[in-house]
């Protein structure tokens, strides 16, 4: 495996935003996930995956971008363990690079939901921002494990992704949920416990929870939903919610009103300084009248809502235009320049150069592109960066049934971009978080299991506070 080195210079993240923007990309017509119909290599309700093009000759514009001469860091000491732990990790991407384009990858791509219904809990949303569309309305993650292990604060709601499997039925409807702390010295201490071993003790800001339920559940209709907003639940069984941030469980209650639930005692008396000591005064006892799942959150500092859309990478020209001054460009040609000078000093010789070539040229081809799917057997991410990445040892089991864990997803840099995170020093900022999941997908007792995730900062060489 490959640690992350001692020192940094600069944050990737900015850099990125700038180079995927400059490129300046329109994806066709993206594919709702429900709108897609089925298919016996994916889900009922998700997407139909297809092989991808091979990588063709891109123009002008990628090849000035793969072809940026980007200088090593200073000499930082690392031993000559580690250099060679590096080369031989890429040398092990470079053989297994072919694999690696040969397998059907989906791209995910944020966009704002047409209807106010769209992104409800039985529509079986792929969604980013807001607040969690819980597959399992009841048995919610609760105690320490909805809580970031750094500073103790709810960690809020990232991204879900709706991703059934055809092979059993226990997984008819099966859901990935991402969370964080938005502190980036909580996720630079992440960076730095994960390496733990074993990494199950370590204390993570990132966590994953992955719901699954069989098509006969007591929550929805074992027919596919219509899409036209009569679509409803089945049964009215969902857990009160925290009235601050919608997301957690809502197990303590205001002693005055009775009425506003609270997952935590911090978000209580934020919710009680924000406003409610006021409303809850003057409230009236209707409790009940209204479901947790129609009631906004308080909170102001929740990340933007977007819908998930779908496309396969395969459907994208391989070829980029050249004219990177396209007026529908997010940043202009001067920026695009100074980024790329800036880019000097973002890698660490040979193999982060290597990786960020094959990484740029992949994610040209959608530049938009904030998450990749990929659960087939021997899917591997697309690394920015070759220091950083996890050995196979370095995956925990399954904590349930003890079987590997395998790579599903992993989110880009460019989401944050889109969830209006700042450029600031101390902002929130990775490179990429890859999410592993139980290769068995197994069943159990929990509502809702927790998976592993694997992050990689936006500068391998971060320094953890």
Known sequence: MSRPAKNTK?????????????????????????????????SRFGAVIKMPMEIGENDGSVEMLKNIHISSYEDDNDDDADREEVEDLMNDDDDNENDEVQKPVTL??????????????????????GVPAWLDPNDLPSGRSRLCDMCGEPLQFLLQVYAPTSDRESTFHRALYLF????????????????????????RSVKVFRCQLPRDNPFYS?????????????????????????TWKGDKVCGSCREARYCSEKHQAMHWRSGHKVTCQNSSTNAGNSSAEDQK?????????????????????????????????LVSRNQMDDSINSLVDCFQGDSDRRSWGNFQERIARAPEQVLRYCRNVGARPLWPMSSGQPSTADIPNCSYCGKPRCFELQVLPQLLYFLGVE???????????????????????????????????SSPSQVVP
Request: proline share 9%; hydrophobic share 35%; aromatic share 8%.
């Open 10 to 42: 600069h944050k990737l993240r900015p850099l990125l935003s700038l180079l995927f923007a400059s490129l300046g990309l329109c994806p066709p017509r993206r594919h709702h996930l429900a709108d897609t119909p089925s298919s016996s290599s994916s």
């Open 108 to 129: 995910g791509f944020v966009e704002k939901p047409k209807n106010k219904w769209s992104l409800l809990r039985q529509l079986f949303p792929s969604k980013a921002g």
């Open 180 to 203: 964080t702390c938005p502190s980036m010295p909580c996720l630079l201490r992440d960076q730095h416990e994960q390496w733990k071993q074993p990494a199950v003790n370590a204390s």
């Open 222 to 246: 074992t027919e596919p939903p219509r899409h036209d907003g009569s679509d409803k639940p089945l049964g009215s069984g969902a857990a009160p919610l925290c009235k601050w941030c919608g």
């Open 297 to 329: 959150p308080a909170s102001r500092s929740l990340w933007p809502e977007y819908e998930i859309v779908n496309e396969d990478e395969a459907e994208y020209d391989v070829n980029v235009p050249a004219d990177l001054d396209n007026t529908d460009c």
């Open 423 to 457: 450029n600031n020093a101390d902002s929130l900022d990775w490179a990429t978080i890859v999410v592993y999941s139980c290769e068995a997908s197994c069943d159990g007792a929990a509502g809702y299991k927790e998976e592993f995730a694997w992050v990689q900062v």
